[in-house]
């Protein structure tokens, strides 16, 4: 069973940076898809970037230009840079692995990114 844990989520004023962690607890493989999730209060939980290798990303229209997914497959680790935030951003982000075969999905537990001033 992978566990997924993000990290570096926390409070901000807009306009300002933050950059979320993913490690995994087992080996993250070549064509594993990564992506990057979030929850705002009363919202249903959204896409905000996936990965599927460097180079081949997919973002939400709201983050387009202000977010960087990466990842690590040697280190294990996924990373959202996420620049010049707004209050909309607030939410819970989820880090998310799926695996096609054998097909499974595993998620994060979640870190707190809050935007305010």
């Known amino acids: 069973q992978l566990q997924l844990v993000e990290s570096g989520g926390g409070s901000v004023q807009p306009g300002g940076s933050l950059r979320l962690s993913c490690a995994a607890s087992?080996?993250?493989?070549?064509?594993?898809?990564l992506g990057w999730y979030r929850q705002a209060p009363g919202k249903q939980r959204e896409l905000v970037a996936s990965?599927?290798?460097?180079?081949?990303?997919n973002y939400a229209d709201s983050v387009k230009g202000r977010f960087t997914i990466s990842r690590d497959n040697a280190k294990n680790m996924v990373y959202l840079q996420m620049n010049s935030l707004k209050p909309e951003d607030t939410a819970v982000y989820y880090c998310?692995?799926?695996?096609?075969?054998?097909?499974?999905?595993?998620w994060g537990q979640g870190t707190q990114v809050t935007v305010s001033s």
């Open positions: 087992g080996s993250i493989f070549t064509l594993d898809v």
């Open positions: 998310n692995l799926k695996r096609p075969l054998p097909r499974v999905e595993y």
């Open positions: 990965i599927i290798r460097e180079g081949v990303t």
